[in-house]
């Protein structure tokens, strides 16, 4: 939706508020995905929506409605059931009241030919991605996906305009697109992946020959001993352990409650020195928003400089309490997660992850991982599986395929291992190198 | 709504479409949460929206809109037939949809008391007195808790003659209480982790005993500060029965899901061990285990008339006496395991997405005996509570748990609180290792309300009923080792 047609709803809006104190959020857009399994398209969908979702403040009530009915009628409905939800609740001492206008930053992630990619060309490049596992005998399995707008990963909505009746006007649009294939040879996998704000760098036939390769590789994998190894994360298994850490540790309401490892630690040493961790959407293989859910400027912020705890992330609640300014991190008010960092970049080297593979005299390279959960989070243990490539690195040189297995890692204990990393890139959701690792936890094996 | 589900099909069908069905579905939310003595939220939603799927060369096509204008629903239409050639241009088998009548009904989920008539005032004065009541606990840092209401109002229009109206009305809450410590952080939930949901009207909410138990919760999150930590080794568990739904679901439920099993789900979700030369063969679990999946089961969150195939809803086993014997499946995939009729097991989240196969009502049958019969013959032990983290791996084998406490059990009695619990195991080992599941009077439905699949992902909501149960020499206190 383009920048006046938005506007013009969120006008629409306010004026039907008659004065009250609104605040009004406007998400969506579309989402394109093209997905195969054995070698054939299995789905492929397109979806059109939108969603608005009102706020009204009352002192210090407020409540919320949210719908997709954008006519007059539409919004005037919506307004009404907001102002019932406010008016039916008792007060909240620490309501804020809206801020008043801000300034962005513009971030050029708009790409009109991923705006407009359609499913012929989604199946075109899909057709040379099967084309690669057919020529080796193997199945693909994969998507590729387009969006232009806020819709997320699981159909959430996430701010698209954000305007309120204090003059604040907010607005951002951006497109992504994302190809991910696997190639199966019956229990043995690969797996390749690339995600950016445009199409333009998708290559189905060169991320297949990726996973091909790796699923080649896998077969016949030898059982090693569950145990402490020293391992080589791609970057996509990396950004998996980090986005859980974020989660559980970076926003500034988990540090305040003590619920984060950041706790008490500002200011102290907690990771290796190699170690500078960041929240940035300005990063270039980000290109996120520049604003959050209450409509305040997303700052770039260094949540770990050389191994020490530097700051949260925070929302206007969390800031206040603190005296200072939010860094733009917050989720629709009122909401009781606090805020969160999104867009991390940890800084990486120079080089490959065949350099840091060439290091390794005896070890595991971990392609990535799957179904990340926390077992403990003051000290961010995360268990997990590895997944479509675990491979021998002996001498230098990947080997062989390894039974997977699952870990019971300390992400901070990690965080204090890691040798070497290789060069940044955008993998899911995060921008970060591969790391090479000691004594990362494999803690038991499974059948295959 | 239904006279566009109609224009859809019916252009679907003028563009080329051999097969078409259309969703319409209006959706009502109501969400509210208080935290620490304030509303933490409070979102009244609604949503409508159209999705239309079409065959076209024997090939999916998918598409959605909000944009409920004649125009907008033609224009959709037509892009489910586009998007449905483009599919066909690559090489592949032909879909086949298993035979079903048109069926022609109307159904509503039993909703005696309407959740969106009761007022929030009434709503919000139930959470702040279980919100007091975990406050009054000295050492609880976090007391939250939220209700949740949703109702869906579906019409499903097919090219085969299917007009089909469903109405499902489900509420649900619960409450956590949280204590910290500066090296730990300690949960405890009620009904279960994330809430416990029905598909009934406000009159779930009210038989649910919520304030009588907030202040236990409350005071067992401050104990687990100063608890043991679980040892770990080798022991005799029993699950009660909201763990073991989860346990269910992970292990049971994705791998007999028929469009794993065949790879559809392989790039994100992942496959199953659970390949076709097993059914009617492997000895999946002890003879003591009977998993029944049922669409049927009076009041549970994946009950339905029908499912977004048209199919109508059905009851068979999974696990017969502890063989594997049965799978969930769809119109589309029903022939690869020779059955020539679905047996009803697609789904959709929303109007926006496509249906795809989504576990139905999965559950353990009772065995007999109570739970303090079963601390009893259990001599040494550990009684593990509450879910609080899960993962398995891509193919449903190797899976860890951990859960909010367990009681360590000695000469069949409840000794001590023990924390951060863990327990992990081989799903056909583990579910062979089961020894005693406690009967009926212990049996109770469970849920899952944040199940995620597919891409875009979707989130599905399921019930499954078990009663306590134990499982032999598991490795449990994985994770806490050093």
């Known amino acids: 939706m383009q920048k006046q047609e938005a506007k013009a709803i969120l006008d629409r809006a306010i004026s039907l508020a008659r004065g009250a104190e609104i605040e009004v959020m406007l998400g969506g857009g579309t989402d394109a995905l093209t997905r195969f399994a054995n070698n054939e398209i299995t789905q492929n969908v397109e979806e059109r929506r939108y969603l608005l979702s009102v706020r009204i403040l009352q002192g210090k009530r407020t409540g919320r409605a949210t719908g997709n009915d954008l006519s007059e009628k539409g919004i005037a409905r919506l307004i009404e059931r907001a102002a019932e939800a ?95 294939v696997s190639a199966l040879d019956g229990m043995a996998s690969g797996w390749a992946g690339y995600e950016s704000h445009s199409v333009r760098g998708v290559d189905g036939s ?81 290109r996120g928003s520049p604003f959050d859910a209450e409509g305040m400027p997303t700052v770039p912020t260094t949540i770990l400089s050389r191994g020490v705890a530097k700051s949260a992330v925070y929302d206007r609640q969390t800031a206040a309490k603190e005296g200072r300014e939010s860094t733009g991190h917050g989720l629709p008010v009122p909401n009781t997660y606090g805020p969160i960092a999104r867009h991390l970049v940890l800084e990486g080297g120079t080089g490959g992850v065949e350099d840091l593979i060439r290091r390794v005299d005896r070890g595991l390279l971990v392609t990535r991982v799957w179904y990340t959960n926390v077992v403990d989070p003051k000290t961010v243990t995360l268990t997990g599986m590895t997944r479509d490539g675990l491979f021998a690195i002996e001498k230098g040189k990947v080997t062989h395929g390894v039974r997977n297995f699952r870990f019971n890692q300390s992400v901070v204990e990690m965080l204090n291992q890691v040798e070497a990393m290789s060069a940044q890139e955008a993998a899911g959701g995060v921008v970060c190198p591969g790391l090479l690792v000691h004594g990362f936890q494999m803690s038991s094996a499974t059948e295959f | 709504m239904k006279d566009l589900a109609r224009l859809a099909i019916d252009t679907a069908q003028a563009r080329g479409a051999s097969y078409a069905d259309a969703r319409a579905i209006e959706l009502t939310r109501e969400d509210i949460q208080v935290k620490n003595g304030e509303v933490g939220g409070l979102d009244l939603g609604a949503s409508a929206g159209i999705g239309v799927r079409v065959l076209v060369q024997g090939a999916w096509g998918f598409s959605a809109t909000d944009d409920l204008t004649k125009d907008g629903i033609e224009r959709c239409a037509a892009s489910a037939v586009s998007i449905g050639r483009a599919s066909a241009s690559l090489e592949h088998d032909a879909v086949r949809l298993a035979p079903e009548p048109g069926h022609r009904a109307v159904w509503a989920s039993q909703c005696a008391k309407d959740p969106f008539q009761v007022s929030l005032e009434t709503k919000l004065d139930l959470l702040f007195r279980i919100d007091s009541e975990m406050r009054a606990v000295q050492g609880v840092k976090n007391a939250e808790s939220f209700l949740s209401f949703q109702r869906k109002h579906q019409y499903f229009l097919s090219t085969e003659g299917a007009d089909i109206e469903q109405t499902l009305t489900r509420s649900g809450g619960g409450f956590s209480a949280t204590a910290v410590s500066p090296d ?55 699950l009660e029965g909201s763990q073991l739904a989860l346990q269910i679901h992970e292990s049971v439920g994705h791998p007999t899901e028929l469009d794993r099993v065949l790879g559809m789900e392989a790039n994100y979700a992942g496959t199953s061990f659970l390949t076709l030369e097993k059914q009617g063969k492997l000895q999946f679990g002890s003879r003591l285990v009977n998993l029944v999946a049922d669409a049927t089961l009076p009041h549970a969150l994946a009950t339905f008339g029908f499912d977004d195939d048209g199919v109508q ?170």
């Open chain 2, 313 to 482: 809803a059905q009851r068979w086993p999974i696990v017969r006496d502890g063989l594997f014997v049965g799978y969930l499946t769809s119109r589309e995939l029903a022939h690869r395991v020779g059955e020539d009729r679905s047996k009803g097991c697609v789904r959709s989240d929303g109007w926006f997405h496509i249906p795809m196969i989504r576990m139905v009502n999965l559950s353990l049958m009772p065995g007999s005996g109570s739970l303090e019969d079963l601390l009893a013959d259990t001599g040494d032990g550990l009684l593990m509570e509450t879910n609080r983290s899960w993962s398995i791996d891509q193919l449903r084998y190797n899976f860890q748990f951990k859960t909010e406490l367990a009681w360590e059990i000695r000469k069949g009695k409840r000794v001590r609180m023990l924390k951060n619990p863990t327990y992990q195991g081989i799903t056909t080992g583990f579910w062979n290792s089961c020894d005693f599941i406690c009967g009926p009077e212990e049996w109770k439905p469970w849920g899952v309300t944040n199940c995620g699949k597919g891409q875009p992902g979707q989130v599905a909501e399921i019930t499954h009923g078990a009663a306590p149960a134990r499982f032999r020499k598991v490795t449990v206190g994985v994770g806490y080792e050093d």
């Open chain 2, 184 to 238: 730990d952080v300690q949960r405890r939930s009620f009904p279960q982790a994330e809430g416990f949901h029905q598909a009934l009207g406000y009159e779930f909410i009210e038989a649910t005993p919520y304030v009588q138990n907030a202040r236990r919760i409350a005071e067992e999150s401050v104990a687990l500060l100063t608890a043991e930590q679980c040892p770990a080794g080798e022991r005799d568990i029993i």
């Open chain 1, 206 to 286: 060169a991320l297949s020959k990726r996973a091909v390769e790796k699923a080649a590789r896998s077969r016949g994998p030898k059982a090693w001993d569950p145990g402490r190894y020293t391992v080589v994360l791609e970057p996509a298994a990396v950004a998996d352990l980090l986005q859980d850490m974020s989660w559980i540790s970076f926003g500034a309401l988990l540090v305040q409650e003590g619920r984060s490892f950041l706790s008490g630690k500002i200011g102290q040493k907690v990771m290796g020195e190699n170690i500078t961790l960041s929240d940035d959407p300005f990063h270039p293989l980000h």
């Open chain 1, 86 to 180: 406010t008016r039916h609740q008792p007060e909240i001492p620490d309501l804020l009241p809206l801020p008043g206008p801000q300034r962005y930053r513009q971030v050029d992630a708009l790409d009109p030919e991923t705006e407009s990619l359609g499913a012929d060309a989604r199946a075109r490049e899909v057709g040379k991605a099967v084309a690669r596992c057919r020529e080796a005998g193997l199945e693909g399995a994969g998507i590729y996906e387009v969006r232009a707008g806020t819709i997320g990963d699981y159909g959430e909505i996430g701010p698209l305009a954000i305007a309120n009746s204090r003059g604040l006007f907010a607005y951002h649009m951006g497109t992504s697109a994302e190809f991910l």
